[in-house]
């Protein structure tokens, strides 16, 4: 491209290749109608179990984020360099900490939940507990790319704080149930353990102070089997022997009830580990008289999930036959709170990994394939019919039909065409003899069938 200035000088610009940052996306209407069938899914089912909604800023202090995720999580917190000339001034700090505040004192939020933690310590006066809150936001992983992991993704959690009843539990078993089952899901895991069980195994083998390690470790199963496990506990410091012990528990196989009762003769010198084997009996228990769908609950043994936060029962969401990770997590945090200065107030909480749900709703090819933010279009026949098309379009728009007109009074085959494009289902046509009779013309653009329709009959058709 050349650009000619006033003074005669010719410049020639390079035309730059758009694209978008390694692990984010963009989305295009034809899938952000998808993608707010599933928010909106989950959405109702929140607002259902009672939950209102609350949103935080993109952006929190690093203090706030780093030494709540792990080791393996404060590395991929997305940090935001500070404005202005700091280079300058940390050339002259010695200071590894006020060097590194000087840089970036500021990172892109990592999940919901912490800073839901920090929400309720600032506003606690301002809320009512327990707490129920639901938020759906994007978060931002510092993660290699690949398929079905992002750098930017949407979470759509639901937490209470402020109570330590295992109702909530037990609820959000039927949560994930309903909400996934609603999207058209038939065959999906939902996950449960107990970190206090975790914490009995570290009793067991002699190393309550590594229940952290033990967590990391295990909880990378999935993608590095056994032996890989095995060396990943001898690298933080667990021996073969107490590997093999430990691998004797996770072998177990049964039904809950049968896994419950293998726990309570285990735990028999861990009263810790008791009282998570207690805690995950009174989830049971109370899930049985709730709502079922499609969703199976496994008591899974190997279930770890590795943030440090978590001191009680924990989730875990698969859905089966699609290779793709989890779809879903959470669990309870009863300290969470206390880092920011009010300690005591117990929480637990979930969270829908968006993204990876719409990668599986569309593996299992479970969309609605005629999907579309427009039911019906008329057609432009052109002044003065125009006018009369308009009448009715508002007419539709009042008793809440999406509808549009095709803005130009062109060829009907190029009104046909983006009609089809968009997956329209319903053409209206009004022309001069439905004009006179009061009737109108509607071509199903599905099956190619036409009808003619007074406005009653056309409204009944389409409401849902």
């Known amino acids: 491209?050349?650009?000619?200035?006033?003074?005669?000088?010719?410049?020639?610009?390079?035309?730059?290749?758009?694209?978008?940052?390694?692990?984010?996306?963009?989305?295009?209407?034809?899938?952000?109608?998808?993608?707010?069938?599933?928010?909106?899914?989950?959405?109702?089912?929140?607002?259902?179990?009672?939950?209102?909604?609350?949103?935080?800023?993109?952006?929190e202090r690093l203090d706030v984020l780093t030494g709540k995720y792990g080791e393996e999580g404060d590395r991929l917190i997305f940090k935001i360099l500070n404005s202005g000339d700091f280079l300058q001034k940390a050339r002259s700090l010695d200071d590894s900490n006020k060097l590194a505040s000087e840089i970036a004192e500021k990172g892109l939020r990592y999940d919901l939940t912490v800073p839901f933690a920090r929400v309720v310590v600032m506003h606690q006066n301002e809320l009512s507990f327990p707490f129920k809150r639901y938020q759906i936001q994007?978060?931002?992983?510092?993660?290699?790319?690949?398929?079905?992991?992002?750098?930017?993704?949407?979470?759509?959690?639901?937490?209470?704080?402020?109570?330590?009843?295992?109702?909530?539990?037990?609820?959000?078993?039927?949560?994930?149930?309903?909400?996934?089952?609603?999207?058209?899901?038939?065959?999906?895991?939902?996950?449960?353990?107990?970190?206090?069980?975790?914490?009995?195994?570290?009793?067991?083998?002699?190393?309550?102070?590594?229940?952290?390690?033990?967590?990391?470790?295990?909880?990378?199963?999935?993608?590095?089997?056994?032996?890989?496990?095995?060396?990943?506990?001898?690298?933080?410091?667990?021996?073969?022997?107490?590997?093999?012990?430990?691998?004797?528990?996770?072998?177990?196989?049964?039904?809950?009830?049968?896994?419950?009762?293998?726990?309570?003769?285990?735990?028999?010198?861990?009263?810790?580990?008791?009282?998570?084997?207690?805690?995950?009996?009174?989830?049971?228990?109370?899930?049985?008289?709730?709502?079922?769908?499609?969703?199976?609950?496994?008591?899974?043994?190997?279930?770890?999930?590795g943030l440090d936060y978590y001191t009680g029962t924990i989730y875990e969401v698969k859905a089966n036959h699609v290779k793709i990770g989890s779809i879903g997590g959470g669990g309870r945090y009863d300290n969470l709170t206390g880092v920011f200065g009010k300690p005591g107030l117990s929480g637990v909480?979930?969270?829908?990994?968006?993204?990876?749900?719409?990668?599986?709703?569309?593996?299992?090819?479970?969309?609605?394939?005629?999907?579309?933010?427009?039911?019906?279009?008329?057609?432009?026949?052109?002044?003065?019919?125009?006018?009369?098309?308009?009448?009715?379009?508002?007419?539709?728009r009042k008793e809440g039909i999406q509808a549009e007109m095709y803005p130009d009074a062109v060829k009907l085959k190029k009104q046909f065409t983006y009609a089809n494009k968009k997956g329209i289902k319903y053409l209206l046509l009004l022309g001069e003899e439905e004009k006179a009779t009061g009737s109108f013309q509607l071509k199903n653009m599905e099956v190619g069938t036409q009808e003619s329709l007074n406005f009653d009959q056309l409204l009944s058709l389409l409401r849902p």
């Open 138 to 305: 994007p978060v931002w992983r510092a993660d290699r790319p690949q398929k079905g992991r992002y750098r930017e993704f949407y979470q759509c959690d639901a937490d209470v704080v402020g109570s330590d009843s295992l109702l909530f539990e037990a609820e959000f078993i039927a949560i994930y149930d309903e909400a996934l089952s609603t999207m058209g899901l038939k065959d999906f895991s939902i996950m449960v353990n107990n970190r206090k069980i975790l914490t009995g195994y570290a009793d067991l083998l002699g190393k309550p102070e590594k229940v952290g390690d033990i967590c990391i470790a295990i909880d990378k199963w999935d993608k590095i089997g056994k032996e890989g496990v095995e060396q990943e506990l001898d690298k933080r410091g667990i021996g073969e022997k107490e590997a093999q012990q430990l691998f004797e528990i996770l072998a177990f196989e049964g039904t809950f009830e049968e896994k419950l009762s293998f726990l309570s003769g285990v735990f028999q010198d861990s009263d810790i580990g008791q009282t998570g084997v207690q805690e995950m009996q009174t989830v049971w228990n109370t899930y049985q008289y709730l709502d079922r769908f499609q969703g199976s609950v496994n008591f899974n043994l190997r279930l770890a999930r």
């Open 1 to 59: 491209m050349r650009r000619k200035f006033s003074h005669g000088v010719e410049f020639r610009i390079m035309a730059q290749k758009p694209s978008v940052p390694r692990g984010t996306r963009d989305f295009l209407p034809a899938v952000m109608i998808r993608r707010e069938f599933i928010f909106d899914t989950i959405r109702k089912v929140f607002k259902k179990y009672g939950y209102a909604p609350l949103e935080t800023p993109s952006l």
């Open 349 to 396: 909480g979930i969270s829908f990994g968006a993204d990876r749900i719409y990668d599986v709703l569309e593996a299992l090819d479970l969309f609605d394939s005629t999907a579309t933010s427009v039911e019906i279009m008329l057609v432009n026949f052109g002044e003065p019919l125009v006018y009369e098309a308009l009448g009715v379009l508002s007419r539709l």
